[in-house]
């Protein structure tokens, strides 16, 4: 069996080029025969460890540029993206522990329910400005998401299992250097880590190293929720 280089992207609901890399990775994956793995983790827990002070949205004139890029990479990508009510307050003092052991949880019963999951959570959040952090918000999100036995998934969030693997996803990406979201690792077919890369606007040179094809934004692929 080749040594394949292998992708995982980590990623957290409450940033926003998380978003932008999700839709970019995951729209390429049909171009792609590099495997690659999604890894929901806990962006706060990153930033706690590094205690990265220096956050965007803290400093005044990168938080004016934050705002405006934001806008810019959304329309790149061609994804609806309006800034919630209170953005930089909100995105300082909200946890998004609960929706990110929502979606380990989904990802147990299925990937691609995660994924669905995921960008419904996104585009309720960055489209329409409705918050996503309460069980309650996720549980209307699953319930718009047809899921099936949505309150057992809920339910599921709270287990040891759920809980451990959020953590342990985000131990992984710390342990590799891991300051900020999103975040990938790319690895040899044995897991060794062969390149960390961090930013949605690190598609191409992820696409390169891999010799694969980067298309750009693929906006046709674009899925709506």
């Not at 005044?60 to 209170?86: C, T, V």
């Not at 995921?118 to 309460?134: D, E, M, N, Q, S």
């Not at 709270?158 to 990938?184: H, Q, Y």
Request: some cysteine; proline content about 7%.
């Amino acid at each position: 069996m080749p040594n394949r280089k292998q992708v995982k992207f980590f990623f957290d609901i409450i940033s926003p080029y998380s978003y932008f890399g999700f839709e970019g990775i995951t729209r390429h994956r049909s171009v792609w025969k590099t495997p690659i793995h999604m890894k929901p983790f806990y962006f706060a827990g990153v930033v706690q460890h590094t205690e990265n002070p220096g956050l965007p949205l803290r400093v005044p004139i990168k938080e004016k540029y934050m705002h405006k890029d934001l806008l810019f990479s959304a329309q790149y990508w061609g994804i609806p993206f309006r800034l919630p009510k209170n953005y930089t307050n909100m995105m300082l003092t909200t946890s998004s522990i609960i929706p990110q052991r929502i979606l380990v949880a989904a990802q147990l019963r299925d990937n691609a329910l995660m994924e669905d999951v995921a960008r419904t959570l996104w585009h309720r959040f960055y489209g329409y400005g409705k918050p996503i952090f309460t069980k309650d918000q996720v549980a209307e999100v699953l319930r718009d998401c047809h899921v099936k036995n949505s309150e057992e998934l809920v339910k599921m969030s709270d287990s040891a299992e759920v809980k451990n693997i959020l953590r342990e996803n985000t131990d992984e990406a710390i342990g590799n250097g891991c300051f900020g979201a999103p975040w990938m690792h790319i690895t040899d077919g044995h897991g060794k880590v062969l390149q960390t890369v961090f930013g949605s606007d690190r598609l191409p040179h992820v696409a390169d190293f891999l010799a694969e094809p980067f298309k750009g934004p693929m906006r046709e692929k674009e899925q709506s929720s």
